[in-house]
């Protein structure tokens, strides 16, 4: 009966892991992406460089609040 506790305590803590390590991993793939995509713009049309990186900024910070959200509610699992 503890055993079988303390096992499905560590498969949480692993699966929490797990999770984090996912969201760090698909907000680096779309930060890249849109890195990637936002420097192909600029080299397609200099003239709208300005709007262009406000706007990659832009969508680079929601990226960055989604993870650190999926990062945060993992941790909140990890540990309550």
Known sequence: ??????????????????????AVIGAAIGIGNIGKTSVESIARQPSAAGDIRTSMILTAAFVEGVALFAIVVCLLTLFF
């Open 1 to 22: 009966m503890i055993l079988e506790a303390a096992a499905g305590a560590g498969l949480a803590k692993f699966g929490a892991a797990v999770g984090a390590a996912i």
